[in-house]
């Protein structure tokens, strides 16, 4: 009976052996910095959910010096998260991302102004300064132009673009009327600094109807064809969207999780928090891609004046291959 037990025993820490030696690394970067925005991927890691999905994940963050289609093209991360107009214009120029899950379904791309400025409806922007992100995130704010018939090169029927830094200084010091912010980030930044929302005018994307899809999975196309690689996106998805089910559900636990993994100390427990209930509005009930929102972004992107974002309806850019799987 001794010598069974003891046998038992050796082929059970064999076998706890082998599977902690087989959990499959994935390493996964970030479009921007630690921060909230990410909070699922660090909530799955911290509550072991990738360690129950034999998942050895390692979370790489992202700043203003990282471009995450260069990273992956480069063989520097197997998933990257990236905004789709971004994606799209990277696979239209020889990196072939495509789209294996959506866990952002819609928009937290916002233009704030100053209510003292008079701006009440977009029939108020012609003859304005409106501070507009550039680097691909440019390409919303001119389909919304465009649709409303204002040219953007000044001029009393126009608009004027003041190429906007990832911060809202030139709505503080009243260089522009108004500054492209996120529901979850720049927003706050403007409330922080002394503003209350009675002293601003918001105009959501989504609202407008010119949302394009934001934080997505991509991947190589090639790597898609090792069933291997399938199965192991397949199980990190899913291992994530329940990293992100459970900081909705727990938005102050999780802006915590994000703090413990910011090696910088740049955030504050109070800016997460916020973040994190802003970013739990933007989530999806399940990653899969929306072909109908993809779509959207598409159009958006191909209407984008005299120098779009991508030339040609693109062929291949998303699959539903791995959110099947799940």
């Known amino acids: 009976m001794n010598k069974f037990i003891a046998t038992a ?34 909530v799955a890691l911290d509550k072991g959910f990738y360690e129950e999905a034999d ?85 919303p704010f001119l ?15 126009g608009v004027t673009v003041l190429k906007q830094g990832f911060n809202v200084d030139p709505l503080l010091q009243k260089q522009a009327d108004c500054v492209s912010t996120m529901t979850y980030n720049e927003y706050w930044q403007v409330i922080d600094a002394g503003l209350s929302p009675d002293d601003l005018k918001v105009f959501k994307y989504e609202d407008q109807g010119v949302a394009t899809l934001e934080d997505g999975l991509y991947v190589l196309e090639d790597n898609l064809e090792d069933p291997a690689f399938v199965d192991k996106m397949a199980r990190f ?46 989530l999806g009930d399940s990653a899969v891609l929306d072909e109908a929102a993809y779509q959207r972004t598409v159009d958006s992107l191909l209407s984008g004046g005299s120098d779009p974002v991508i030339t040609k309806e693109p062929e291949g850019a998303w699959t539903h291959a791995v959110t099947d799987k799940m």
């Open 143 to 157: 389909s919304w132009m465009s649709k409303l018939g204002i040219p953007t090169d000044g001029g009393d029927n």
């Open 55 to 139: 998942l050895d994940v390692t979370i790489n963050p992202g700043g203003p010096d990282v471009a995450p289609p260069q990273v992956i093209a480069g063989g520097g991360a197997d998933v990257i998260i990236d905004w789709m107009p971004s994606a799209l214009a990277s696979r239209e120029k020889g990196v072939p991302l495509v789209n294996i899950a959506q866990p952002f379904a819609k928009s937290g791309m916002m233009l704030t102004c100053l209510k003292e400025t008079g701006i009440e409806s977009p029939e108020d922007f012609p003859g304005r300064t409106l501070g507009v992100w550039f680097f691909g995130n440019e390409y």
């Open 9 to 42: 025993m050796g082929l059970s820490f064999g076998l706890a052996s082998f599977s902690a030696m087989a959990a499959d690394e994935v390493t996964l970067q970030l479009k921007w910095v630690t921060q909230a925005q990410f909070a699922g991927y660090y």
């Open 237 to 282: 998805v899913d291992a994530s969207m329940k990293g992100w089910m459970w900081a909705k559900e727990n938005p102050e636990d999780a802006a915590m999780i994000v703090l413990d993994n910011d090696m910088t100390g740049a955030q504050t427990e109070k800016h997460q928090v916020r973040m994190m209930k802003e970013i739990a509005k933007l």
